[in-house]
């Protein structure tokens, strides 16, 4: 499905449970433009461990499949939803990346998937590539997905944003060979190492 822009989106009354999602705690409503997509099922992406070029796609495989992506550029913040196909894996690292129009690199990372005992669950943001604090950056699970509310003064507060995200596990059967496996919400059975496919501009 092609993607889409929706101009001006009264927050408040913004519809679907993504929409929801991001509008909850939200105490006044805001104006924003929103941006939507579905992603293919079934594109994720292994590569080898010592083999990163050889690659193939899984269709079975449900983590760390990205089913949609919706983010919302409001006055106040960028906030970044993504639903996934499965969420119960190993280890799983989520980036959102927001590029400005300003030409800043903001990182927005999730670490873990927090489905077993010892399982450790964190996130951070970095801005070119440095560690940076951001008070108020919330990126949290929800039922169906992960999504990242970030204030824009940790951004700089821009006119316009893009947005792309990168979903990564590692496979835990223990088989040999190992594999990664890596998904790309705006690209069908493809990726790059630290470089999603971007949004077109997103204004506030």
Known sequence: MAPRITSRTVLAGAAGIFSLA????????AYADSFRHTDATGDVVGTLTGAPDLTQVFPSLKVP?????????SRWTVSVATALRGLE?????WTATIVTSTGERFDVNRFGSGEYPRMTVSYNIAHNGYGIKCDGL???????????KVPTRCLGNPWKVRVGVLAHAERSDGAEPHWSDHDDVLRNGAF????????PWIAR
Do not use: C, M, W
């Open 65 to 73: 499949d990205l089913q949609n992506l919706t983010v919302e550029h």
């Open 192 to 199: 790059t190492y630290r470089k999603p496919a971007l949004s």
């Open 89 to 93: 894996g190993a280890f799983t690292r």
């Open 22 to 29: 991001l509008v909850a705690g939200t105490t006044t409503a």
């Open 138 to 148: 919330i990126v949290s699970r929800t039922s169906s997905g992960v999504i990242a």
